[in-house]
Each structure stands twice: as structure tokens, then as C-alpha cells.
Nanobody
Framework: QVQLQESGGDSVQTGGSLRLSCAAS????????LGWFREAPGKEREGVAA???????IYADSVKGRFTISQDTAKKVLYLQMTSLKPDDAAIYYC????????????????????WGQGTQVTVSS
């Protein structure tokens, strides 16, 4: 089992920045994949960014150049640095984990991840 806890959500203005964190604990294998997903009211869950145990990263087109995913393996913390935030970025953000090194074409597919955090709210006002 893997436990995940997000933090860092807040309310910001358009153009602002936030850094989300996700603390992981439990049985994490040497090969793994971690992802950030978001869900806004009335919209489907969207894969935002993902990173693997060998530090391969991938981003949704909607956030490329504005969001950066990173990890501190010693602390077992996943980060999502978000800049130039837009109202469309407002959502509940979830981190997710799987004890496999996923191939790039499924890294942003939520169904690949069995472990999820409770989510953290990001609000962006115009």
C-alpha cells in the first residue's frame, strides 16, 4: 500500500504561482510512476503531469511551459510548480502513484494509478 497526502492548494489571482506538494509513504518500489491529475466541476479528470523513477517527465499540452513536476526521492515528496495560472487551471488537484514504470503513452491516464491522495483545492480568480 502507498499513502499520499497533497498540500499547497490555495486561492490565487490570474498570473499567480503555486507549488503543490505530495508526501508519499508506505511500500514504494524502486520502479514507480507518479502523477498529478486535476478535476474541475463539470469536467472530466485530466492528467496534468507525471514523472517516473528514472525522472522521465511528461505534461499535458494545456500546462506545458507553465507547470513543472519534480520529486525529492530522499524525502519522498512530489511537487508541482505552477506558474502563469489561469482560471481554467482551477480544480482539485490529486497526486497518484503506481509501483511500475509506466510507458509514456499511459503516464497521464488515471486508470493506470491505484493509489490516490485526497486532493487539494486550487482556485484562480480573474
Amino acid at each position: 500500500q502507498v499513502q499520499l497526502q497533497e498540500s499547497g492548494g490555495d486561492s490565487v489571482q490570474t498570473g499567480g504561482s503555486l507549488r503543490l506538494s505530495c508526501a508519499a509513504s508506505g511500500n514504494i518500489y524502486s520502479d514507480y510512476s507518479l502523477g498529478w491529475f486535476r478535476e474541475a466541476p463539470g469536467k472530466e479528470r485530466e492528467g496534468v503531469a507525471a514523472i517516473t523513477s528514472d525522472n522521465y517527465t511528461i505534461y499535458a499540452d494545456s500546462v506545458k511551459g507553465r507547470f513543472t513536476i519534480s520529486q525529492d526521492t530522499a524525502k519522498k515528496v512530489l511537487y508541482l510548480q505552477m506558474t502563469s495560472l489561469k482560471p481554467d487551471d482551477a480544480a482539485i488537484y490529486y497526486c497518484a502513484a503506481v509501483n511500475r514504470r509506466l510507458q509514456w503513452w499511459v503516464l497521464l491516464k488515471g486508470y493506470q494509478y491505484p493509489y490516490w491522495g485526497q486532493g487539494t483545492q486550487v482556485t484562480v480568480s480573474s
